[in-house]
């Protein structure tokens, strides 16, 4: 039977005959780089059941022959469409095919035979494209038994937490973790700079010194950053699971003065409903962008009601005139209004002309809010 090769990027596919009626077997063999670790485990983690649902946990682990070839074998059902891709235990360990230094797209097609696919990365990203300046420090699989989801928390020190064994930070949460110190993890690899902005501004005296939990997003983001009860439980994941967990671990200021929530879209959304349910955990909010204007919980109107309950709060605000920020102008303008009214709280509201809703315009201005909740007294 003859054997059908074809050469992309790196990436060898060979089609063989399989018998009528019979599943298709899969055989995915990585020739490893010489940059992987010596302690290294392989998964292959894709779209079916049996390669974990895109939850990275889940995928099948490769069996190593030797120091530099791993093997994957598994039969799914003709004419499956199959797409996966490969990582060393975490999305943020992913294989780098053809010298692209970009977020990898996956490996899709259609299994109509028995098939082996054999692939030469060239590097990994957190090996190649790791770009984050100061101490970070991963979490993954940050589980809540309230959520369906577990998911990876990225710690950022300040520049003095290691030299100063007695000084306590301020800390900051910020959603969409993922976009926020590194591009090879980010949505659409565009990240936002949060670490080299705020060594930046802290290094020129702008700010205080503070520590960036970084909380990455998952497949409930939708629903863990409105005003659903699940944005509730995320909440509560994050006051009495998360919370506690870096209060125990680094030298932080614990208290509600010293503790803000930040987010863009949905996730300022949500950093709003921290203010509003728990001021006394929290009491310095960020949203850019927020998203206000899907918010099955109406906490626009509630504000109009009553801003009592953010009283000592700091809250900002800001929003772009393009793109989805041009229908999430008018919820921001309404809630500042709202906002404005109330002696007993800081709030400021920005509007960026041209600004669009993307990764790249909030990383443009996130120093703003940054030296607003932390700037040097």
């Known amino acids: 039977m003859p054997i059908k090769c074809i050469v992309m990027a790196s990436i060898i596919f060979l089609w063989t005959a399989s018998v009528c009626g019979q599943p298709c077997k899969l055989i995915v063999r990585v020739i490893a780089p010489p940059s992987t670790p010596s302690d290294a485990l392989l998964q292959l983690v894709g779209n079916q059941a049996a390669l974990g649902d895109w939850f990275f946990p889940d995928a099948p ?3 190593r022959s030797n120091d530099s070839v791993w093997t994957y074998t598994g039969s799914f ?5 199959l ?3 490969v990582i060393r235990g975490s999305y943020y360990n992913e294989a780098l095919f053809g010298g692209s230094t970009d977020f990898p797209p996956n490996l899709s097609f259609y299994i109509r035979a028995d098939t082996t696919v054999v692939l030469h990365p060239y590097s990994w990203n957190d090996v190649l494209n790791n770009s984050v300046t100061g101490t970070v420090n991963y979490y993954h699989n940050f589980d809540c038994p309230l959520l369906r989801f577990s998911r990876n928390v990225t710690v950022w020190l300040p520049p003095s937490y290691a030299s100063s064994p007695g000084k306590r930070y301020p800390v900051l949460y910020a959603q969409d973790g993922q976009n926020l110190f590194d591009a090879s993890f980010s949505f659409g690899g565009h990240e936002w700079h949060m670490d080299e902005i705020a060594d930046s501004l802290i290094r020129a005296g702008a700010t ?3 520590i960036i939990v970084g909380i990455d997003n998952t497949h409930d983001r939708w629903q863990e950053y409105s005003g659903t009860e699940v944005g509730r439980k995320y909440l509560d994941f994050i006051v009495h699971r998360l919370k506690p967990f870096v209060d125990s671990v680094y030298r932080t200021r614990a208290d509600r003065e010293n503790t803000a929530m930040l987010g863009s879209s949905m996730g300022g959304l949500i950093s709003f409903y921290m203010l509003w349910l728990h001021p006394d955990v929290f009491s310095k909010a960020a949203c850019l962008s927020g998203g206000f204007a899907y918010d099955p919980g109406d906490i626009v109107d509630s504000a109009g ?5 953010l009283a000592g709060t700091r809250i900002y605000l800001d929003c772009g005139d393009r793109d989805l920020d041009l229908h999430f102008l008018p919820d921001n303008r309404k809630m500042a209004g709202y906002l404005s009214r109330d002696a007993r709280l800081k709030a400021v509201f920005k509007i960026f002309p041209g600004a669009t809703h993307n990764e790249q315009a909030w990383a443009g201005r996130i120093w703003e809010p940054l030296v607003f909740l932390f700037g040097a007294k």
């Open 208 to 210: 205080d010194e503070f």
């Open 77 to 81: 059902s003709k004419s499956t469409f």
């Open 83 to 85: 797409s996966f891709k």
């Open 305 to 309: 009601r009553s801003t009592a309950r």
């Open 61 to 63: 682990k490769m069996e």
